[in-house]
């Protein structure tokens, strides 16, 4: 059923190569002759268990060979007017069910791409043929209604190489159930950790971790949570006896003694100060700054700390800038001036402390002219109310309804109508200007609420309404369906909203999201501590979507100021935030420390003189380093992912920029003024230090870097530049620790 060679991107649905369903897998008691056999609830599961119907095979768009099926069935009707119909009836016989093309083709009883999908004689077999023998019928008498799917157990605590089954349970209409455990696919999201078998059986790694299963019974999906802890267990008082700053930490170290996994010892200071310099403001502090922080004996000095960022004008240009990468449109696209206010419009949010979900509202609802209303830039760049539903969707629910477009997401629940009926919300957007004209579009243009416009579903062509993912809206309600949809979106009732905010904040401040991706919140990909989550939501919730009180839960948490060095129990610890994790800084806060730490500024055209890397408004302003550090390109359809990996290029580039070069050796820098200055060696080297790295040097590093100093005669500035332009070539100026 599948043409030879065949593997495009969506291969992860071909059981064949991904070994969660094998051909020959057991259907359980074949049908008696007389019993009939139902399309839907018998046949279906049959040919989604094969892989018949995965994307790699017949169920991707366009079918395969001439014969196509929805997408892992999730349309019956569509699949029985296929197999039964289509092709002029010539894939069934019913006059001899074992002659039938469906049968021969499974059975590679005749060349198939595919190769055996179903072996001669199995329950799979027998029951293909018993609803040929039939009649093929598409109903069955008062046939039920799949109404869900079960695990029976969903959660697993295994010991390494130790083995477990999974058992399916299908619930119907009519009361009844049927075990289901041999015709549902399953897939392991590391099989490292937790491998899965055709039958259901899974089989522990011989390393600790933890991991998730996902169960998939024709249009219904569960998941299983399975955990191998620490073989050795640990003391019952480590946890108890563990600093609690506030709600966080309780729910981080629950999990953790789940896996037997002790946390690493506190960052020192330094670390701290480094880290939430970075990370708040995007910025080092000066050696001022890490001198007065690092002498204080008060108690409360992060505390005092943590509030003093918040209040600094850095802040706005921070976190407005990584907010501009998720909404930055292409200049080339929508033009210059259009993408200016846009971005001024979204610093201006955070200059005026704007709620988060008026915040939302603001940018869902935007009205007016792109040259006076920033937030209307939106719907100058997103033309259609599908390609606006894929972006509102994703960035203020996390969910990834791309899929759900041309077929029934295969990971989540979401179909066509889901899509096109959220796109429907953006239906009745009018724009009034010159348009687009690529690759200048400097024009003007007005959006504003028609009364006209409607979303089609691409098969049925039906109109259809109005309508959220789940519960009720009211869109056609209102003069501007948009309005409604902002409701919805903000309401109490809607946990996505602020889950995905607080998911994005927590993996900005703690190196990886409790969801990752974090704009992909699904069944199917569940939060490595669930109870964390809903906790930073209903925090953020109540504290009427203030980000800065999330951000500050979050930093004055023990667990925010772990060490990255990790322990015997936490090296493979990947998920549970059992020490800090290390990431390289973003390209603008790397860019704009060069400048501190070399105290010269860099110049970027279309902006004043002495502007930072976090206030360049567009990405067609040139920064050779901005570009290697990840920035992203903005012809690329955001949201814009940035790629924070280190890289060969990254070192290379740190180690020959002929601009680094000048700016180190500049007569006006750093290194120049501290050379002319009557600074004891040892104070000079004091200062490096702090100003690269907050911290003051070991006792190994003085006892290396101010005998180098004392080397020369009055001349030291050559010893200063090379110093200096080392410290910034090395991992801890780019790592955040």
């Known amino acids: ?119 001669p004689g199995s329950d799979r077999y027998q029951t293909l043929l018993t ?105 019952p008082d480590f946890y108890p006896q563990a600093q609690r700053n506030n709600f966080i930490d309780e729910l981080v170290y629950e999990k953790l003694k789940r896996t037997g996994v002790k946390i690493s010892d506190p960052a020192s200071d330094s670390t701290f100060l480094r880290r939430v310099y970075t990370d708040v403001i995007g910025r080092l502090p000066t050696p001022e700054q890490a001198r007065s922080f690092l002498d204080s004996k008060s108690p409360d000095k992060r505390l005092h700390l943590v509030d003093e960022l918040l209040q600094r004008r850095e802040y706005v240009d921070h976190w407005a800038n990584q907010w501009a990468d998720l909404l930055r449109p292409n200049p080339y696209r929508v033009g210059i001036k259009a993408v200016l206010n846009y971005d001024n419009w979204i610093r201006e949010q955070f200059r005026d402390d704007v709620p988060y979900d008026q915040f939302v509202r603001r940018l869902v609802t935007a009205k007016g002219s792109t040259w006076h209303n920033g937030a209307a830039t939106l719907y100058r760049d997103r033309r259609s109310p599908e390609e606006v539903a894929t972006l509102i969707s994703q960035l203020f629910l996390g969910v990834r309804l791309e899929c759900a477009k041309c077929h029934h997401h295969p990971f989540e629940k979401w179909s066509q109508r889901d899509f096109y009926s959220f796109a429907a919300f953006f239906g009745k957007v009018g724009r009034k200007g010159t ?22 579903h691409p098969v049925t062509g039906n109109v259809l309404p109005p309508e959220p993912l789940f519960g009720t809206a009211g869109g056609e309600a209102q003069e501007d369906p948009r309005e409604a949809l902002a409701d919805w979106m903000t309401s109490t009732n809607n946990d996505y909203f602020a889950q995905v905010h607080a998911n994005r904040i927590w993996a900005h401040f703690m190196g990886r999201g409790i969801v990752e991706p974090v704009d992909d919140l699904r069944s199917t990909n569940p939060p490595s501590n669930p109870a964390l989550l809903d906790a930073l939501a209903r925090e953020f919730r109540e504290s009427g979507y203030d980000q800065k009180h999330l951000i500050k839960s979050i930093v004055l948490s023990h667990a925010y100021s772990l060490s990255s060095i990790p322990n015997e129990t936490n090296r493979g610890d990947r998920l549970n935030h059992s020490r800090h994790y290390r990431h390289r800084l973003r390209g603008e806060v790397i860019a704009d420390a060069i400048s501190d730490v070399t105290e010269t500024a860099t110049d970027y055209s279309a902006l004043a003189p002495q502007s930072r890397a976090n206030q360049v408004w567009t990405h067609r302003i040139d920064s050779m380093l901005l570009d290697t550090f990840g920035r992203p390109n903005e012809n690329q359809d955001p949201p814009c992912e940035r790629v924070s990996d ?17 700016r180190v050796r500049s007569d006006t820098g750093r290194a120049a003024r501290l050379a002319d200055s009557d600074l004891s060696n040892a104070a000079v080297v004091e200062e490096l230090y702090l100003a690269c790295f907050s911290r003051r040097p070991t006792p190994e590093e003085r006892s290396y870097a101010e005998p180098l100093l004392g080397m020369t005669k009055g001349e030291r500035r050559p010893i200063i530049e090379d110093l200096l332009w080392a410290m910034i070539n090395s991992p801890e100026f780019i790592i955040q620790n």
């Open 1 to 119: 059923m599948v043409a030879a060679g065949a593997l495009p991107m969506l291969l992860l649905l071909w059981p064949q190569f991904s070994g969660v369903a094998a051909a020959d897998a057991p259907l359980g008691s074949p049908p008696n002759q007389s019993d009939p056999v139902s399309f839907e609830l018998d046949v279906q599961p049959i040919l989604a268990a094969a892989g018949c119907n995965a994307g790699a095979c017949h169920g991707k768009q366009g079918g395969q060979n001439g014969f196509q099926l929805s997408l892992l069935g999730f349309d019956s009707e569509f699949d029985f007017d296929s197999v039964v119909r289509q092709a002029r009836g010539r894939r069934l016989s019913i006059s001899a069910p074992a002659s039938s093309l469906l049968i021969r083709k499974a059975t590679a009883e005749i060349p198939h791409g595919g190769g055996e999908r179903i072996q």
């Open 131 to 235: 609803w040929i023998r039939q009649g093929a019928n598409r109903r069955t008498v008062d046939e039920p209604v799949l109404e869900s799917v079960e695990l029976v157990r969903d959660d697993f605590l295994l010991q390494p190489d130790e083995h477990a089954g999974l058992q399916v349970l299908a619930h119907y209409s009519d009361g009844t159930q049927r075990d289901v455990t041999a015709e549902t696919t399953y897939l392991s999201n590391d099989a490292a950790i937790v491998s899965v078998a055709a039958d259901g059986q899974m089989k522990a790694g011989p390393i600790p971790g933890e991991t998730a299963v996902m169960a998939r019974y024709m249009n219904r999906i569960r998941v299983a949570n399975v955990n191998i802890p620490q073989a050795n267990p640990l003391p």
């Open 435 to 456: 348009g687009l004209s690529p690759p200048i579009s400097g024009g003007e243009e007005v959006i504003y609420a028609s009364d006209k416009g409607e979303v089609r």
């Open 646 to 662: 280190s890289s060969v290029t990254q070192t290379l580039h740190l180690m020959n920029s002929v601009e680094l070069d000048r």
